[in-house]
């Protein structure tokens, strides 16, 4: 855990560590995102349209 948060704080762009309950990827004209059932928020993801 310790070696995760690690890098995760040297790839955020504030330098603070937040974790996160979604991943998302975009290539091209395509949203692929994954919403966690187990994680340290129950907030849904919302996509924002155009």
Not at 18 to 46: C, H, M, W
Request: glycine share 6%; hydrophobic share 35%; charged share 25%.
């Amino acid at each position: 855990m310790d070696l995760t948060k690690s890098l995760y704080d040297a790839r955020s762009k504030s330098g603070k560590l937040q974790f996160k309950n979604y991943f998302t990827l975009t290539r091209g004209i395509y949203d692929l995102i994954a919403v966690l059932d187990e994680s340290v928020s129950n907030q849904p993801y919302q996509v924002k349209g155009i």
